[in-house]
């Protein structure tokens, strides 16, 4: 079965650097996305991005935010100066051979600690 | 503001036993309700989704109820096996739209 793999699986990283986390969609699909999910909380939208832009954002998805899709397989999310509330479990996804919610499919995430 | 509210926050079942976990949602444009399953250090795996036509959709042991008018839908597991626990959240999304809006999550044990 196809699958979403993020790399690395955990990431530690001192306040204030820079951390880049990788995703590779599945291969097909057109949407791809970032969640979220502080340890023991509910999984938050971070945003989405279709046809090499972002199509939507939350409000967390601020200017230390960034996303990229710098090759026709990967697609990243860079966090430019990192936070001790960055500290959470990012998942990527990706969807929508036939529609946006068709197929929607998250990888196994990236644990960020940011000490 | 909390689109989609879930609970029990955790809940513990007799193998063998019904689990149902409840979600409501506020947003009437939603109109795909997916439920995931999360087992620990990995990311939420699809389980079962129903769109509002209809208002019960079932697979193997896992049914979900939904009640249009209340705004409310459910997850039934049948015959709950120790293999089932896990943290179970319910979604919420317009079809074709770009994102879910998740409830909080309940964490399903089931004891053997």
């Known amino acids: 079965e196809p699958e979403v793999t993020q790399t690395p699986s955990h990431q530690v990283t001192q306040m204030g650097q820079e951390v880049i986390l990788r995703c590779v969609p599945i291969s097909n699909h057109l949407y791809f996305y970032w969640y979220r999910q502080i340890l023991g909380q509910k999984v938050e939208f971070l945003v989405s991005f279709y046809n090499n832009e972002i199509s939507e954002k939350s409000e967390i998805f601020d200017d230390q935010f960034s996303v990229e899709r710098p090759d026709g397989s990967n697609f990243t999310l860079k966090i430019r100066s990192t936070k001790l509330e960055d500290s959470a479990m990012y998942f990527c996804?990706?969807?929508?051979?036939?529609?946006?919610?068709?197929?929607?499919?998250f990888g196994s995430g990236t644990r960020l600690t940011v000490v | 503001q909390q689109q989609v509210k879930q609970s029990p926050q955790s809940l513990i079942v007799q193998k063998g036993g019904i689990s149902i976990i409840n979600c409501a949602y506020e947003n009437t444009a939603f109109d795909y309700f997916p439920w995931y399953q999360q087992f620990p250090g990995k990311g939420p795996a699809l389980l079962i989704a129903?769109?509002?036509?209809?208002s019960e959709k079932k697979e193997g042991r896992f049914t979900i109820s939904f009640n249009k008018s209340a705004k409310q839908f459910s997850l039934h597991i049948m015959d709950s096996q120790p293999g089932d626990s896990a943290t179970y959240f319910c979604a919420a999304s317009r079809y074709n739209f770009n994102k879910f809006y998740f409830g909080s999550g309940t964490k399903l044990n089931v004891k053997p």
């Open positions: 129903i769109r509002p036509d209809v």
């Open positions: 996804a990706s969807s929508g051979v036939r529609g946006r919610v068709y197929g929607y499919t």
